[in-house]
């Protein structure tokens, strides 16, 4: 049996050279990201790191912040 580490309800902030560029946000499906100044859903992953590369192949470089 394996445990899952998945917690509900928690947000990472992306951030690049400019400032927040999106963020990540966990919830029972997954992990859920988001680019700032738009409302739209890019994709629910199934891990984090999944998750933060999607970001990362849409917006750079980034540094991500457990909000």
Same mark, same amino acid.
């Given at each position: ?14 951030? =690049? ?8 946000? *966990?919830?029972?499906? &997954?992990?859920?990201?988001? !680019?700032?100044? %738009?409302?739209?859903?890019? =994709? ?8 933060? *590369?999607?970001?990362? &192949?849409?917006?750079?470089? !980034?540094?991500? %912040?457990?909000?």
């Amino acid at each position: 049996m394996t445990m899952s580490t998945h917690v509900s309800g928690k947000t990472w902030v992306a951030f =690049g050279p400019a400032g927040a560029v999106g963020s990540i946000h *966990s919830r029972e499906d &997954g992990y859920v990201v988001r !680019l700032l100044k %738009r409302d739209q859903e890019h =994709g629910v992953y199934p891990t984090l790191e999944i998750a933060k *590369s999607a970001l990362q &192949g849409m917006a750079g470089d !980034l540094e991500f %912040r457990e909000h």
